[in-house]
Nanobody
Framework: QVQLVESGGGLVQAGASLRLSCAAS????????MGWFRQAPGKERDFVAALYWAGGSTYYTDSVKGRFTISRDNAKNTVYLEMNSLKPEDTAVYYCASGRGSLGPYDYWGQGTQVTVSS
């Protein structure tokens, strides 16, 4: 059973940076992609970024390109989302997920971590 635990959220001012972490355990080759998603209040959960664990290929939604970076630490079995130049519209609960494709399907989800960006 895959377990994902996010950490690193918080309250920051616009323009600041945060790094989210997702510690993965029990991950198998059947779910080779790790993704970050976010859900703002009253909105659907949206794709943010994904990484192909074996090869390191990365994918981003347009609104975060150039500001967010997804990366991995193989030794720690951890995926990171480095977020720079944060904007109030980045405020959301951020979830990491493990899945079969860059855009899904994603089979396993973490509990989420809150990111709040004040103006």
């Amino acid at each position: 059973q895959v377990q994902l635990v996010e950490s690193g959220g918080g309250l920051v001012q616009a323009g600041a940076s945060l790094r989210l972490s997702c510690a993965a355990s029990g991950r198998t080759a059947s779910t080779p992609y790790m993704g970050w998603f976010r859900q703002a209040p009253g909105k659907e959960r949206d794709f943010v970024a994904a990484l192909y664990w074996a090869g390191g290929s990365t994918y981003y939604t347009d609104s975060v390109k150039g500001r967010f970076t997804i990366s991995r630490d193989n030794a720690k079995n951890t995926v990171y989302l480095e977020m720079n130049s944060l904007k109030p519209e980045d405020t959301a609960v951020y979830y990491c997920a493990s899945g079969r494709g860059s855009l899904g399907p994603y089979d396993y989800w973490g509990q989420g971590t809150q990111v709040t960006v004040s103006s």
